[in-house]
């Protein structure tokens, strides 16, 4: 016997009922009520934490029970069993089971499929896009963190010179503009920009102070560019952006840059070999040694040991092993 | 302005009887098995599970909430559901696309959402209210699409001319629309807030606003002039701390009102639209508080964030919480004698692309 509040369906009237079950019938008695139903045809409701549970007839009335335990030894008499979503909601090793999986999923999701998917739509989004997104940067950091160049104009022009008569691996010559910028903040750097622009900054080039290795660092920069790899940087952070966004509520605008932020600093250690790869095909294309790529990654590194303040290094990962890969290429290159 | 010719107060037919309060008796740590469970099952199912989850999120809340001793449900199909996230994102797309074509058929898209959109919307109504019972008995909405045109398309066209001097008013007519047409069975729901009680409020969260803004910016300024005086005592250089000050001071005063206002604001709002909302002779109280919903929303987000969204389910029932037990229904007679409606049936297509586009009509 299990007491229950019984529902007609036409109108909000309780009813104190009593349930019982024999044989394979549940059996319904109480005020006004005597109803006897095969069990197979009643519908019961997930056990949904402290709910009342609700055991639906076919004529739309109903019997609402709140003491669960209870009405779990009811229905153990009986054919019923509740559904696997349903006991797996309820069991502590199946929540912790699946917190793991979501963690774990969502960790897989955003080292693997989230740069996936910002690749492909780096690639497939149209160049003006890139355009418009390179000129509101260069529009925010001019005149405030990047300066004019006090390299002399003929030196800027022989570089200039010297990158655009480069052959890219795939035939024609770089696309790319070529900008030459100081900065106090970024120290010896060069980065590309969304649209493949590169910036090269005099720290840089006064540290290289070597035309074919300060090619080589461009030929890596190209390579960047090759990929859109800047594009794609920023695809991901604001996928992260809008996730997070949409994910914490409306007041989380202002956090919703941290991690946006977070992410851009560094291209991810695939993308640097990648751009490296690019960047050794392009320099033994126009017949000069991958070497100097690495010769000029060596000089940067040792300008600022141990150091992690800004440089080009703090944008670009794990040099040791980039050193070794290109050593392998050089290789290569002196082998022919 | 307002044209109302309902009487503030009805004559009653029987003596009051006691309040019924609302009860939330769910728990975050229960919910959290139902929530994580759900959310592994849509991320491999690449979304589509969504549906079923979000049957289960509604009815886990609907379940755990009671009034005269018994509890609602939900009785939404998930499959309807599902239809209506296709169509919904079907829009979404439609919409990020057309915003960045800048040509014609920008115009043609915006044009055809904004032609649908009323009726989506008064479809989502329809369905929420149809698959929402008490003791058995469901709600309805009746609203006609006439009227969905006037309140969304009209009136929102208004309001955007109006710089949103009209938005109260919007409001109001909305809400009207709404619970108007909001039957419980046989019996007819009414609301009974004039335009003018939204002005009060809009305009007093208005004002408390720029006053905060006011004090916030003077002490801002007026630490920027001590550090800058100080600075000048000392031979030019700047004491950082005080530059912090000053910056603490202007930014905190901006993240109080960005964060007060909107919890603010719905506490005020919401307890002007259920006080004036019956259910037949039946009148309905709401004493929600501004500071605690504020406390609970603030609270809310922080442990969300540092949690890494784990918090979720907590923060969801934390709010529920708060949210229903401060609404008492008010009798007016025998709450046994509710008669229900002849059944129909009711997309779930509306809803769903009301949720999609994140338009707040809820509650």
């Known amino acids: ?336 | 302005m307002d044209k109302d010719p309902r009487p503030e107060s009805p004559p009653q037919s029987s003596p009051p009887r006691a309040p019924e309060p609302l009860h939330f008796n769910g728990s975050g740590a229960e919910y959290f098995g139902i929530w994580i469970v759900n959310l592994l099952l849509t991320i491999v199912t690449l979304g589509i599970y969504s549906a079923w989850a979000k049957v289960r999120r509604l009815q886990y809340f609907y379940r755990h909430t009671s009034v005269a001793g018994s509890s609602f449900d939900f009785h939404g199909s998930p499959v309807r559901i599902l239809i209506g996230r296709v169509i919904a994102l079907a829009m979404l797309i439609a919409y990020n696309y057309s915003v960045r074509l800048h040509s014609l058929l920008t115009l043609v898209i915006l044009g055809a959402i904004a032609i649908v959109m009323p009726w989506l919307l008064r479809n989502s109504f329809r369905f929420r209210l149809y698959n929402t019972s008490w003791r058995g008995t469901r709600f309805h909405f009746r609203g006609a699409v006439a009227g969905a045109y006037r309140v969304f398309l009209l009136n929102g066209f208004l309001t955007l001319i109006t710089l949103y001097v009209m938005a109260p008013f919007m409001h109001q007519r909305l809400k009207a629309y709404q619970h108007d047409n909001t039957w419980f069975g046989q019996t007819q729901c009414s609301f009974h807030a004039r335009v003018g009680r939204f002005y009060v409020v809009y305009l007093l969260l208005l004002a408390a606003a720029v006053a905060f803004a006011f004090v916030f910016g003077l002490s801002g300024i007026g630490a920027v002039f001590v550090a800058s005086s100080e600075a000048q005592k000392h031979g030019g250089r700047v004491n950082p701390y005080a530059v912090f000050r000053a910056l603490g001071i202007l930014y905190g005063g901006l993240i109080v009102i960005g964060v007060s206002i909107g919890p603010a604001f719905h506490a005020l709002v919401t307890n002007l639209i259920w006080n004036n909302t019956r259910l037949g002779e039946h009148r309905i109280e709401c004493n929600m508080s501004p500071f605690p919903l504020i406390w609970i929303t603030v609270s809310n987000f922080v442990l969300v964030v540092l949690t890494l969204g784990f918090f979720v389910p907590w923060a969801m029932v934390r709010l529920a919480r708060y949210q229903l037990e401060s609404v008492r229904l008010l009798p007016a007679g025998d709450l046994q004698e509710f008669v229900a409606a002849d059944p129909e049936t009711i997309g779930a297509v509306g809803e769903e692309a009301a949720t999609a586009f994140d338009f707040d009509i809820s509650l």
């Open chain 1, 1 to 336: 016997m299990l007491s229950a509040n019984y529902f007609d369906g036409r109108s909000t009237r309780v009813r104190v009922v009593n349930l019982s079950v024999v044989g394979e019938d549940l059996v319904i008695v109480g005020e006004d009520v005597d109803v006897r139903v095969p069990f197979a045809r009643v519908k019961v409701d997930e056990r949904l934490g402290r709910a009342p549970r609700r055991l639906r007839l076919e004529d739309g009335t109903f019997c609402e029970v709140r003491d669960l335990d209870a009405l779990d030894t009811l229905l153990s008499a009986t054919a019923h069993r509740d559904g696997w979503v349903d006991r797996m909601q309820r069991r502590l090793h199946f929540v912790l089971l699946a917190l793991v999986a979501c963690v774990a999923l969502a960790a897989a999701g955003y080292k693997w499929v989230l740069p996936w998917a910002a690749a492909q739509g780096a690639q497939h989004l149209p160049p003006a896009v890139g355009r418009t997104l390179t000129v509101q940067t260069l529009k925010i950091l001019d005149g405030r963190i990047l300066l004019p160049s006090k390299i002399s104009p003929e030196r800027r022009q022989s570089l200039s010179d010297q990158f655009h008569a480069l052959r890219l691996p795939g035939g024609g010559s770089p696309a790319s503009e070529l900008l030459f910028r100081r900065s106090s903040q970024l120290g010896a750097n060069a980065f590309t920009l969304p649209d493949g622009t590169i910036i090269v900054l005099d720290d840089l080039i006064t540290l290289i102070n070597d035309d074919p290795q300060i090619l080589a660092v461009f030929a890596h920069e190209l390579g960047h560019a090759h990929g859109r790899h800047s594009l794609q940087l920023l695809l991901q952070s604001s996928a992260v952006g809008a996730f997070w966004t949409f994910y914490v509520g409306d007041i989380s605008n202002l956090l919703a840059a941290a991690p946006a932020a977070l992410l851009q600093a560094k291209y991810s250690q695939g993308l640097e070999r990648e751009a490296d790869d690019y960047g050794a095909a392009l320099l033994m294309q126009n017949g000069m040694s991958p070497a100097l790529l690495a010769d000029a990654l060596r000089k940067l590194t040792e300008s600022r040991p141990g150091s992690s303040k800004g440089g080009y290094l703090s944008t670009h990962p794990s040099t040791e092993e980039r050193l070794r890969h290109l050593g392998v290429l050089a290789a290569t290159f002196k082998n022919k």
